[in-house]
């Protein structure tokens, strides 16, 4: 079974704070993504990576960065927290090529930034 | 661009009921359609998808059919049990060289009560 792990199911920072989220998997996944979900939004992409060391908006990237060193790992980094960030954090992880491949998520981490 | 729209929840039944969440999406060419799961407290599960025109997905007793024609991918399961209770989300994918990004709609809460 594919397993994908957030390195916190809850988070707490106050408004300025540097705060990371990890996100690691154990598939050997090419492509890892990270997406906010919010009521009444569904979920919407951060960031995702397509490889080791790439990495590509999506479609709500202000406020958020990443980072890709190693495979197995994908963390997203909000260099200056605001309360407009709290929110549900998903990570997800997926096979590169076949269309057939899926996404499979982490359990996700809840932030709220004070 | 591309966009999915479901109905908006909770979906409220009672055990063994026949459920429907409708979703329809808006896109060109031949985008994948998704349903996934999220149970309280988890992250997201794959429930069945289809990848192209009138392909039927089907898992667990929920089916969809891909009607290109009403661009429709609407979630059905003929007796929906306790365990059923969840949010449901639809997704369209759309395959690029390497990765994949999904486009999710707004998630419909189901609670099935005995």
């Known amino acids: 079974d594919v397993k994908v792990t957030q390195s916190s199911r809850y988070l707490v920072k106050r408004t300025g704070e540097k705060v990371f989220l990890e996100c690691v998997q154990d598939?050997?996944?090419?492509?890892m993504f990270w997406y906010r979900q919010d009521p009444g939004l569904g979920l919407r992409l951060i960031y995702f990576?397509?490889?080791?060391?790439?990495?590509e908006k999506g479609d709500i990237p202000e406020g958020y960065s990443v980072s890709r060193e190693k495979k197995e790992r994908f963390s997203l980094i909000l260099e200056s927290a605001s309360t407009n960030q709290t929110s549900m954090y998903l990570c997800?992880?997926?096979?590169?090529?076949?269309?057939?491949?899926?996404?499979?998520f982490g359990p996700g981490t809840r932030l709220t930034v004070l | 661009g591309d966009s999915v729209t479901q109905m908006e929840g909770p979906v409220t039944l009672s055990e063994e009921a026949f459920l429907t969440i409708n979703c329809t999406y808006t896109?060109?060419?031949?985008?994948?359609l998704f349903w996934y799961v999220q149970y309280p407290g988890e992250g997201l599960q794959l429930l069945l998808k289809?990848?192209?025109?009138?392909d039927k997905g089907s898992n667990k007793g929920f089916e969809a059919t891909y009607r290109k024609e009403t661009t429709s991918f609407h979630l059905e399961k003929g007796s929906v049990q306790v365990s059923d209770s969840a949010v449901y989300f639809c997704?369209?994918?759309?395959?690029?060289?390497?990765?994949?990004?999904?486009?999710f709609g707004t998630g419909t809460r189901l609670l099935v009560s005995p």
């Open positions: 990576s397509y490889d080791v060391k790439m990495k």
């Open positions: 997800a992880s997926r096979a590169g090529g076949a269309s057939t491949d899926t996404q499979y």
């Open positions: 896109a060109t060419g031949y985008p994948s």
């Open positions: 289809a990848t192209k025109a009138d």
């Open positions: 598939m050997d996944h090419e492509n």
């Open positions: 997704a369209l994918g759309r395959e690029y060289t390497g990765f994949q990004k999904l486009v």
